[in-house]
T-cell receptor, first 114, second 113 residues
Framework: DAKTTQPPSMDCAEGRAANLPCNHS???????VYWYRQIHSQGPQYIIH???NNETNEMASLIITEDRKSSTLILPHATLRDTAVYYCIVRDGNSGGSNYKLTFGKGTLLTVNP | DVKVTQSSRYLVKRTGEKVFLECVQDMDHENMFWYRQDPGLGLRLIYFSYDVKMKEKGDIPEGYSVSREKKERFSLILESASTNQTSMYLC????????????FGDGTRLSIL
């Protein structure tokens, strides 16, 4: 699976949009981009994923550049409860067996301030 | 919404005890996983199951076993608990189509004294 690079930390004001970047310059054609977050002492929470088109759900939007080498997770109106570590993961959508496993990097600690 | 339920949020056991961690998912997913998460080491796969009674070793299976007698339930067993198995244990599930995301439970923070 391709490696990802994320900033270690970001701050955002409550009510404003939080834009979390992720670089995945070695991504290959079969690899999807997944975003998870983890609030302290809880299990990771799935947010959104995509292959090449932009995606939106009730939690967030995912913008993937045309060359697919980077993406941005957008939380449109951040709240204090969005404070968490956010992980960007790239993995092959055709993999199987124990290649299903997820590997989290260090992620980005997003702090939403009042 | 997918629901993955782990039996305990916090558990304290003694060295040498046999420990059972239970995980149940309600979405009829074929694949289920057990990970442990430790500071600085990230997420590590212990065991994976792709069907009832089927299992595969992950990256760190030593000292653990698993059981999947029913599709919705995946159990992790620490045969003889040791202090180095103190960790956060996470269960996850995903449908057979591999591009679908894994959904995690809330985790079990296990302390072995």
């Amino acid at each position: 699976d391709a490696k990802t690079t994320q900033p270690p930390s970001m701050d955002c004001a409550e009510g404003r949009a939080a834009n979390l970047p992720c670089n995945h310059s070695t991504i290959s054609g079969n690899e999807y981009v997944y975003w998870y977050r983890q609030i302290h002492s809880q299990g990771p929470q799935y947010i959104i994923h995509g292959l090449k088109n932009n995606e939106t759900n009730e939690m967030a939007s995912l913008i993937i550049t045309e060359d697919r080498k980077s993406s941005t997770l957008i939380l449109p109106h951040a709240t204090l409860r969005d404070t968490a570590v956010y992980y960007c993961i790239v993995r092959d959508g055709n993999s199987g067996g124990s290649n299903y496993k997820l590997t989290f990097g260090k992620g980005t600690l997003l702090t939403v301030n009042p | 919404d997918v629901k993955v339920t782990q039996s305990s949020r916090y558990l304290v056991k003694r060295t040498g005890e046999k420990v059972f961690l239970e995980c149940v998912q309600d979405m009829d997913h074929e694949n289920m996983f057990w990970y442990r998460q430790d500071p600085g080491l990230g997420l590590r796969l212990i065991y994976f199951s792709y069907d009832v009674k089927m299992k595969e070793k992950g990256d760190i299976p030593e000292g653990y076993s698993v059981s999947r007698e029913k599709k919705e339930r995946f159990s992790l067993i620490l045969e003889s608990a040791s202090t180095n198995q103190t960790s956060m244990y996470l269960c996850a599930s995903t449908p057979y189509r591999s591009n679908q995301p894994q959904h995690f439970g809330d985790g079990t923070r296990l302390s072995i004294l």
